[in-house]
Protein backbone atom coordinates (compact mmCIF):
# COMPACT_ATOMS: atom_id res chain seq x y z
CA UNK A 1 0.00 0.00 0.00
CA UNK A 2 1.01 3.43 -0.71
CA UNK A 3 2.76 5.22 2.44
CA UNK A 4 0.38 8.07 2.15
CA UNK A 5 -2.91 6.01 1.81
CA UNK A 6 -1.50 3.21 4.57
CA UNK A 7 -0.93 6.12 7.13
CA UNK A 8 -4.47 7.94 7.03
CA UNK A 9 -6.78 4.49 6.79
CA UNK A 10 -4.52 2.30 8.76
CA UNK A 11 -5.65 2.71 12.27
CA UNK A 12 -9.23 3.53 11.09
CA UNK A 13 -8.93 0.13 8.92
CA UNK A 14 -8.47 -1.83 12.10
CA UNK A 15 -11.27 -0.67 13.74
CA UNK A 16 -13.54 -1.77 10.98
CA UNK A 17 -11.94 -5.03 11.21
CA UNK A 18 -12.83 -4.58 15.32
CA UNK A 19 -16.72 -3.75 14.01
CA UNK A 20 -16.81 -6.69 11.92
CA UNK A 21 -15.98 -9.17 14.50
CA UNK A 22 -18.25 -7.21 16.44
CA UNK A 23 -21.25 -7.42 14.16
CA UNK A 24 -20.19 -11.04 13.12
CA UNK A 25 -21.06 -12.36 17.00
CA UNK A 26 -24.47 -14.69 17.21
CA UNK A 27 -25.33 -17.32 19.06
CA UNK A 28 -26.18 -19.33 15.72
CA UNK A 29 -22.76 -20.85 15.43
CA UNK A 30 -22.95 -21.62 11.21
CA UNK A 31 -23.07 -17.78 11.04
CA UNK A 32 -19.46 -17.36 13.57
CA UNK A 33 -18.14 -19.90 11.72
CA UNK A 34 -18.81 -18.69 8.46
CA UNK A 35 -17.64 -15.28 9.30
CA UNK A 36 -14.53 -15.59 10.85
CA UNK A 37 -13.48 -17.69 7.50
CA UNK A 38 -14.57 -14.81 5.51
CA UNK A 39 -13.02 -12.00 7.77
CA UNK A 40 -9.74 -14.37 7.54
CA UNK A 41 -10.01 -14.53 3.93
CA UNK A 42 -9.11 -10.77 4.28
CA UNK A 43 -9.67 -9.13 0.61
CA UNK A 44 -8.21 -5.39 -0.35
CA UNK A 45 -10.73 -3.57 1.65
CA UNK A 46 -11.19 -1.18 -1.17
CA UNK A 47 -14.33 -0.01 -0.29
CA UNK A 48 -13.51 0.53 3.20
CA UNK A 49 -10.57 2.30 1.81
CA UNK A 50 -12.65 4.77 -0.29
CA UNK A 51 -15.37 5.59 2.59
CA UNK A 52 -12.59 6.38 4.76
CA UNK A 53 -10.19 8.91 2.45
CA UNK A 54 -13.42 10.47 1.23
CA UNK A 55 -14.84 11.37 4.43
CA UNK A 56 -10.97 12.82 5.26
CA UNK A 57 -10.91 14.55 2.28
CA UNK A 58 -14.54 16.05 3.08
CA UNK A 59 -13.00 16.94 6.47
CA UNK A 60 -15.62 14.58 8.66
CA UNK A 61 -13.75 14.24 12.12
CA UNK A 62 -16.25 12.17 13.74
CA UNK A 63 -16.07 8.58 14.34
CA UNK A 64 -19.39 7.24 12.71
CA UNK A 65 -17.80 6.11 9.07
CA UNK A 66 -16.26 3.20 10.59
CA UNK A 67 -19.76 1.18 11.20
CA UNK A 68 -20.53 2.69 8.22
CA UNK A 69 -17.50 1.45 6.87
CA UNK A 70 -18.30 -2.32 7.66
CA UNK A 71 -21.98 -1.61 6.49
CA UNK A 72 -20.30 -1.27 2.41
CA UNK A 73 -18.39 -4.30 2.97
CA UNK A 74 -20.79 -6.39 4.77
CA UNK A 75 -22.91 -5.81 1.54
CA UNK A 76 -20.48 -6.21 -0.33
CA UNK A 77 -19.03 -9.54 0.96
CA UNK A 78 -23.51 -10.47 0.90
CA UNK A 79 -23.21 -9.86 -2.52
CA UNK A 80 -19.89 -12.02 -3.27
CA UNK A 81 -21.49 -15.06 -1.39
CA UNK A 82 -24.89 -14.80 -3.58
CA UNK A 83 -22.48 -14.67 -7.02
CA UNK A 84 -20.41 -17.53 -6.02
CA UNK A 85 -23.46 -19.68 -5.68
CA UNK A 86 -24.76 -18.45 -8.70
CA UNK A 87 -21.30 -18.90 -10.38
CA UNK A 88 -20.38 -22.14 -8.94
CA UNK A 89 -17.26 -20.54 -7.88
CA UNK A 90 -14.70 -22.78 -6.50
CA UNK A 91 -12.02 -19.94 -5.37
CA UNK A 92 -12.61 -16.31 -3.69
CA UNK A 93 -9.57 -14.35 -2.79
CA UNK A 94 -7.21 -17.34 -3.05
CA UNK A 95 -8.99 -20.15 -0.83
CA UNK A 96 -12.19 -22.22 -1.22
CA UNK A 97 -15.36 -20.14 -2.01
CA UNK A 98 -17.91 -20.44 1.64
CA UNK A 99 -19.96 -22.35 -0.98
CA UNK A 100 -17.44 -25.17 -1.80
CA UNK A 101 -16.64 -24.99 1.85
CA UNK A 102 -20.21 -25.00 3.73
CA UNK A 103 -22.50 -25.34 0.62
CA UNK A 104 -24.71 -23.13 -1.46
CA UNK A 105 -27.75 -23.19 0.86
CA UNK A 106 -25.52 -22.01 3.67
CA UNK A 107 -23.72 -19.06 0.99
CA UNK A 108 -27.24 -17.89 0.48
CA UNK A 109 -28.44 -17.71 4.19
CA UNK A 110 -25.37 -15.92 5.39
CA UNK A 111 -25.66 -13.51 2.75
CA UNK A 112 -28.97 -12.39 3.62
CA UNK A 113 -27.89 -12.42 7.57
CA UNK A 114 -25.02 -9.87 5.94
CA UNK A 115 -27.73 -7.99 4.16
CA UNK A 116 -30.07 -8.00 7.24
CA UNK A 117 -27.47 -7.02 9.57
CA UNK A 118 -25.94 -4.46 7.32
CA UNK A 119 -29.72 -2.68 7.13
CA UNK A 120 -30.10 -3.31 11.14
CA UNK A 121 -26.93 -1.32 11.34
CA UNK A 122 -27.66 1.37 9.38
CA UNK A 123 -30.97 2.21 11.39
CA UNK A 124 -28.99 2.32 14.32
CA UNK A 125 -26.79 5.22 12.69
CA UNK A 126 -30.04 6.87 12.20
CA UNK A 127 -28.95 9.08 9.29
CA UNK A 128 -31.83 8.63 6.57
CA UNK A 129 -30.06 10.51 4.05
CA UNK A 130 -27.36 7.53 4.11
CA UNK A 131 -29.97 4.90 4.32
CA UNK A 132 -31.65 6.02 0.79
CA UNK A 133 -28.10 6.58 -0.59
CA UNK A 134 -26.95 3.11 0.77
CA UNK A 135 -30.58 1.23 -0.29
CA UNK A 136 -30.66 2.74 -3.61
CA UNK A 137 -27.52 1.21 -4.44
CA UNK A 138 -28.74 -2.05 -2.50
CA UNK A 139 -31.53 -2.06 -5.29
CA UNK A 140 -29.45 -1.25 -8.20
CA UNK A 141 -26.52 -3.84 -7.48
CA UNK A 142 -29.32 -6.82 -7.62
CA UNK A 143 -31.03 -5.19 -10.51
CA UNK A 144 -27.25 -4.95 -12.15
CA UNK A 145 -26.44 -8.74 -11.14
CA UNK A 146 -30.05 -9.96 -12.10
CA UNK A 147 -29.72 -8.08 -15.87
CA UNK A 148 -26.04 -9.81 -16.02
CA UNK A 149 -27.89 -13.26 -15.70
CA UNK A 150 -30.58 -12.67 -18.17
CA UNK A 151 -27.58 -11.57 -20.23
CA UNK A 152 -25.57 -14.79 -19.87
CA UNK A 153 -24.29 -16.27 -23.12
CA UNK A 154 -25.51 -13.12 -25.35
CA UNK A 155 -23.21 -12.61 -27.62
CA UNK A 156 -24.83 -9.62 -29.31
CA UNK A 157 -24.60 -7.42 -25.62
CA UNK A 158 -23.41 -4.10 -27.15
CA UNK A 159 -20.30 -1.91 -24.91
CA UNK A 160 -23.43 0.01 -24.15
CA UNK A 161 -25.06 -2.29 -22.07
CA UNK A 162 -22.37 -4.11 -20.61
CA UNK A 163 -21.09 -0.36 -18.93
CA UNK A 164 -24.78 -0.67 -17.81
CA UNK A 165 -24.24 -4.00 -16.16
CA UNK A 166 -21.44 -2.71 -14.51
CA UNK A 167 -22.48 0.82 -13.16
CA UNK A 168 -25.15 -1.47 -11.17
CA UNK A 169 -23.66 -4.46 -10.02
CA UNK A 170 -19.99 -2.97 -9.42
CA UNK A 171 -20.13 0.78 -9.29
CA UNK A 172 -23.40 1.97 -7.46
CA UNK A 173 -22.00 0.55 -4.26
CA UNK A 174 -18.63 2.42 -4.31
CA UNK A 175 -20.10 5.54 -5.40
CA UNK A 176 -22.34 5.04 -2.14
CA UNK A 177 -19.38 4.81 -0.07
CA UNK A 178 -17.88 8.15 -1.67
CA UNK A 179 -20.79 9.88 -0.89
CA UNK A 180 -21.44 8.82 2.17
CA UNK A 181 -17.70 10.67 3.06
CA UNK A 182 -19.35 13.94 1.95
CA UNK A 183 -22.57 13.60 3.79
CA UNK A 184 -20.53 12.88 7.04
CA UNK A 185 -18.52 15.89 6.14
CA UNK A 186 -21.81 17.93 5.50
CA UNK A 187 -20.43 18.74 2.16
CA UNK A 188 -22.72 20.93 0.10
CA UNK A 189 -24.88 19.26 -2.72
CA UNK A 190 -22.81 20.11 -5.44
CA UNK A 191 -19.95 18.90 -3.84
CA UNK A 192 -21.60 15.44 -2.93
CA UNK A 193 -22.88 15.00 -6.70
CA UNK A 194 -18.88 15.45 -7.24
CA UNK A 195 -18.13 12.51 -4.36
CA UNK A 196 -20.98 10.18 -5.78
CA UNK A 197 -19.82 11.11 -9.68
CA UNK A 198 -16.21 10.38 -8.81
CA UNK A 199 -17.05 6.58 -7.17
CA UNK A 200 -19.22 5.98 -9.60
CA UNK A 201 -16.58 6.54 -12.76
CA UNK A 202 -13.82 4.82 -10.28
CA UNK A 203 -16.52 1.94 -9.81
CA UNK A 204 -16.81 0.91 -13.86
CA UNK A 205 -13.02 1.19 -13.80
CA UNK A 206 -12.24 -0.91 -11.39
CA UNK A 207 -14.62 -3.53 -12.73
CA UNK A 208 -13.18 -3.59 -16.18
CA UNK A 209 -10.02 -3.97 -15.03
CA UNK A 210 -11.27 -7.23 -12.86
CA UNK A 211 -12.64 -8.44 -16.20
CA UNK A 212 -9.63 -7.84 -17.72
CA UNK A 213 -7.95 -9.50 -15.45
CA UNK A 214 -9.54 -12.60 -15.89
CA UNK A 215 -8.07 -13.72 -18.91
CA UNK A 216 -4.63 -11.85 -18.38
CA UNK A 217 -3.96 -12.46 -15.05
CA UNK A 218 -1.60 -15.22 -13.18
CA UNK A 219 -4.41 -17.01 -10.82
CA UNK A 220 -2.45 -16.98 -7.72
CA UNK A 221 -1.97 -13.04 -7.83
CA UNK A 222 -5.79 -12.93 -8.67
CA UNK A 223 -6.88 -15.00 -5.96
CA UNK A 224 -9.52 -16.36 -8.02
CA UNK A 225 -10.03 -19.21 -10.96
CA UNK A 226 -9.30 -17.16 -14.53
CA UNK A 227 -11.22 -17.98 -16.90
CA UNK A 228 -14.47 -18.35 -14.88
CA UNK A 229 -16.26 -15.58 -16.89
CA UNK A 230 -16.04 -17.64 -20.10
CA UNK A 231 -16.83 -20.62 -18.60
CA UNK A 232 -19.88 -18.81 -16.93
CA UNK A 233 -20.98 -17.55 -20.13
CA UNK A 234 -20.57 -13.81 -19.10
CA UNK A 235 -20.28 -11.40 -21.82
CA UNK A 236 -17.70 -8.79 -20.41
CA UNK A 237 -15.61 -6.18 -22.73
CA UNK A 238 -12.49 -7.97 -23.73
CA UNK A 239 -14.83 -10.66 -25.21
CA UNK A 240 -17.21 -7.73 -26.57
CA UNK A 241 -14.45 -5.81 -28.35
CA UNK A 242 -12.85 -9.24 -29.67
CA UNK A 243 -15.90 -9.77 -31.25
CA UNK A 244 -16.14 -6.17 -32.95
CA UNK A 245 -13.09 -7.00 -34.59
CA UNK A 246 -12.54 -10.62 -35.77
CA UNK A 247 -13.17 -12.43 -38.79
CA UNK A 248 -16.05 -14.53 -39.33
CA UNK A 249 -14.11 -17.74 -39.07
CA UNK A 250 -12.70 -16.50 -36.18
CA UNK A 251 -16.51 -15.56 -34.45
CA UNK A 252 -17.60 -18.95 -35.51
CA UNK A 253 -14.24 -20.44 -33.54
CA UNK A 254 -15.63 -18.37 -30.83
CA UNK A 255 -19.14 -19.15 -31.15
CA UNK A 256 -18.17 -23.26 -31.04
CA UNK A 257 -16.28 -22.35 -27.49
CA UNK A 258 -18.42 -20.27 -26.47
CA UNK A 259 -21.23 -22.69 -25.88
CA UNK A 260 -19.47 -25.89 -25.46
CA UNK A 261 -21.24 -27.93 -23.25
CA UNK A 262 -17.45 -28.08 -20.76
CA UNK A 263 -14.60 -25.14 -22.30
CA UNK A 264 -11.85 -26.73 -21.74
CA UNK A 265 -8.21 -24.81 -21.02
CA UNK A 266 -7.10 -25.60 -24.19
CA UNK A 267 -9.64 -23.64 -25.42
CA UNK A 268 -9.96 -21.20 -22.83
CA UNK A 269 -6.12 -21.14 -24.13
CA UNK A 270 -7.71 -19.88 -27.64
CA UNK A 271 -9.95 -17.61 -26.69
CA UNK A 272 -7.34 -15.71 -24.58
CA UNK A 273 -4.90 -15.79 -27.71
CA UNK A 274 -7.54 -14.33 -29.90
CA UNK A 275 -8.57 -11.71 -27.52
CA UNK A 276 -4.40 -10.84 -27.21
CA UNK A 277 -4.43 -10.45 -30.97
CA UNK A 278 -7.28 -7.95 -31.46
CA UNK A 279 -6.39 -6.22 -28.58
CA UNK A 280 -8.97 -6.38 -26.28
CA UNK A 281 -7.71 -5.75 -23.08
CA UNK A 282 -5.09 -3.15 -23.86
CA UNK A 283 -8.85 -1.63 -25.28
CA UNK A 284 -10.24 -2.13 -21.96
CA UNK A 285 -7.73 -1.04 -19.73
CA UNK A 286 -7.24 2.28 -22.06
CA UNK A 287 -11.34 2.57 -21.49
CA UNK A 288 -10.70 1.82 -17.44
CA UNK A 289 -8.28 4.66 -17.34
CA UNK A 290 -10.57 7.07 -19.26
CA UNK A 291 -13.26 6.33 -16.49
CA UNK A 292 -10.49 7.01 -13.76
CA UNK A 293 -9.74 10.27 -15.97
CA UNK A 294 -13.19 11.47 -15.50
CA UNK A 295 -12.98 10.08 -11.58
CA UNK A 296 -9.92 12.67 -11.34
CA UNK A 297 -12.04 15.41 -12.61
CA UNK A 298 -14.84 15.42 -10.60
CA UNK A 299 -12.16 16.21 -7.25
CA UNK A 300 -11.09 19.33 -8.83
CA UNK A 301 -12.88 21.65 -6.58
CA UNK A 302 -10.68 19.85 -3.66
CA UNK A 303 -7.75 21.79 -2.50
CA UNK A 304 -4.44 19.81 -2.59
CA UNK A 305 -4.08 17.93 0.46
CA UNK A 306 -2.51 14.67 2.14
CA UNK A 307 -6.54 13.03 1.67
CA UNK A 308 -6.55 14.43 -1.80
CA UNK A 309 -2.95 12.77 -2.65
CA UNK A 310 -3.85 9.82 -1.12
CA UNK A 311 -7.35 8.83 -2.57
CA UNK A 312 -5.86 9.95 -6.13
CA UNK A 313 -3.56 7.57 -5.78
CA UNK A 314 -6.22 4.73 -4.46
CA UNK A 315 -7.48 5.61 -8.29
CA UNK A 316 -4.26 5.03 -10.03
CA UNK A 317 -4.21 1.89 -8.55
CA UNK A 318 -7.70 0.70 -9.83
CA UNK A 319 -5.71 0.53 -13.13
CA UNK A 320 -2.17 -0.59 -11.94
CA UNK A 321 -3.10 -3.47 -9.28
CA UNK A 322 -2.75 -7.40 -10.80
CA UNK A 323 -5.32 -8.63 -8.24
Given at each position: ?11 D???VE ?6 L ?13 L????GK ?5 I ?5 K ?10 P ?20 EAE ?7 A ?21 W ?10 L ?22 D ?6 D ?20 A?L ?20 A ?25 K ?10 T ?9 K ?6 F ?21 P ?8 G??T???K ?14 L ?8 R??
Open positions: MDPIIESLVSDLRKAEFKKNDSDVVLISKMGQYLGSGRFRPMLILSTLCGYQGDRHILASIIEFIHTASLLHDDVVDLRRGSASNTVWGSEASVLVGDFLFSKSFLMVQDGDRRIRVLSEACTRLAEGEIQELINTSLSLSEEYISIVTRKTAVLISAACQIGIGRADPRTERSMASFGLNLGIFQLVDDTLDYVSEEKEFGKTIGTDLEGKVTLPLIRLQRCTPTERQLEDIFSDKITHDQFLVVVEMIQKHQANYTLERAKFVEAKCLAEFQTSEAKTAIGLADYVVERI
